[in-house]
């Protein structure tokens, strides 16, 4: 019998705080989804799993388990499409029964068929397989779901809908508790200005009584220094009261996590729509000269519309995007009519960005501030404050990668004609798709989309759909 178990296991990377914190639990049969924000620990726990890692507390000890099977985020590519050479590996591995298998992302890049034939497959699977994805689908084929989130974890045994309901329920509870300490705090200052309002209406009106009274100098004099100590030990215990509210606050916020929006200005908005793009006839070509589709491709958009590329694994929808960007490798025939404008490719690599330099070097550079203050200040409003702006890119999780390359886009001085997303949407979590999602919605130039995500699909306001045949020759 086979068994994974992990003893209060702790880990971090020397360059950050703690990731996992004694974590514990036993996995003996079947499929477990590690689910959770981005960040929150999923690969660097299945890498602990196969001892690729080794934690600074605790224990990882196998039973029974001799070999491991291990697939990455990234595809191996050459001749093949990323999704084809996802499909390749995969096939390899689901062969054999005997071995513990780790996926990270096993669904990124699969066509709709190919998702399909991998959910049936880990149903019939009869090995442990531990699986990051943030899949719905796939999600429901696992018999157990491991959330992994702000260095804790919690076991749900539960179709997909009743975990995310169990999830909204806690967020729910956690806006609720900020919403209340905000209340509190405003509440709690009230009364401590009433206070210090009344203690020093009393000293006031002692001391417009004290000459009447008959009372000597000395004792005046000894009632007005009394009154000053009760009027600042009243501050001193406001200031207290409201530092420790103030912490209580933050922690609440800090354990809700960044919430962050993109706005486009409506200048930039009006700039944008005055993009247009259209293909008349277009045919790309292989290498050996076989046309590619089975019929060539038009199409029109313009300022804000938002077309969807689809067609199976290997059907050249990367190519046809990278074709429009003026790619002359691409032996075509056809015409490509754009207005002048840059067009932003984003894609799960981020290679347009250095991965080594601090975040707030690349914002200075890329959008011309020349003030490290200015371009701090501005990175704290998108969720990169303090210390986080030191990071370099390649340390992002890969929602903090698309956070940051929206704030990038977004506060842009000379806005961009068009965005192109080449299954950009890759390995981000629920709510950082959404957020991307707005994001492309908002965005007042032309969108073109490629994505084999039926669930963020749904999210965009696709107006137009190209499917793309492979021609039969190929």
């Not at 209340?183 to 009344?198: D, I, P, S, T, Y």
Request: net charge positive; proline share 3%.
């Amino acid at each position: 019998m086979q068994v994974l178990q992990l003893s209060e296991v702790s880990f971090s990377f020397p360059s950050g705080g703690a990731l996992l914190e004694g974590l514990s639990l036993s996995l003996n049969s079947g499929v477990t989804a590690l689910a959770g924000p981005n960040g929150a620990g999923k690969t660097t726990l299945m890498r602990l799993m196969m001892h690729d890692l080794i934690p600074q507390r605790g224990s990882v000890a196998h039973h029974g388990i001799t070999e491991f099977g291990w697939l990455a985020q990234s595809a191996l590519t050459g001749s093949e499409s990323s999704g084809q050479a996802k499909m390749r590996r995969l096939s390899e591995l689901m062969r054999d029964n005997k071995r513990m298998l780790f996926l990270d992302e096993p669904e990124t890049h699969l066509d709709y068929a190919n998702r399909r034939w991998l959910a049936e497959a880990l149903r019939r699977h009869r090995g442990i397989v531990v699986m990051a994805t943030h899949d719905p689908t796939l999600i429901d084929t696992a018999d157990a779901v491991l959330h992994i989130e702000k260095k804790r974890a919690a076991l749900y045994r539960m179709p997909y809908a009743e975990y995310i309901g169990a999830i909204e329920s806690r967020d729910a509870r956690a806006v609720a508790a900020i919403d209340k300490a905000e209340q509190h705090l405003k509440n709690e200052a009230k009364a401590q200005r009433m206070r210090v309002e009344r203690q020093e209406k009393r000293s006031l009106n002692a001391a417009r009584r004290a000459p009447n009274a008959g009372i000597p100098r000395i004792m005046r004099g000894l009632m007005k220094r009394n009154a000053e100590k009760t009027l600042g030990k009243i501050v001193r215990q406001n200031h207290e009261r409201s530092e420790e509210n103030a912490e209580q606050l933050s922690a609440l916020r800090a354990e809700r996590g960044c919430e962050t929006s993109f706005a486009f200005t409506g200048e930039s908005k009006a700039q944008s729509q005055k993009a247009r793009l259209e293909l008349n006839n277009l045919q790309l070509y292989h290498k050996n000269g076989v046309a590619l589709w089975q019929k060539p491709v038009s199409f029109s958009a313009q300022g804000g519309d938002k077309v969807a590329l689809q067609g199976k694994n290997g059907a050249g929808k990367s190519m046809l995007l990278k074709k429009i960007l003026g790619a002359r490798s691409l032996e075509s025939t056809g015409e490509i009519f754009r207005t002048k404008g840059e067009i932003r490719l984003i894609d799960p690599t981020h290679s347009a960005l250095e991965p080594d330099t601090p975040l707030f070097v690349l914002a200075q550079q890329m959008l011309g501030i020349t003030e490290t203050g200015a371009a701090r200040r501005l990175m704290g409003g998108y969720g990169f404050a303090g210390d986080a702006a030191l990071r370099s890119f390649a340390t992002l999780s890969a929602g903090e990668k698309m956070r940051f390359h929206l704030l990038l886009i977004a506060q842009r001085p000379e806005p961009y004609a068009g965005i192109f997303s080449d299954e950009a949407e890759t390995g981000l979590d629920r709510k950082t798709r959404a957020l991307y999602a707005d994001f492309l919605n908002a965005f007042g130039g032309i969108t073109l989309v490629v994505s084999h995500d039926a669930g963020f699909m749904d999210l965009l306001d696709i107006g137009t759909r190209v499917v793309l045949d492979m021609s039969p020759d190929l």
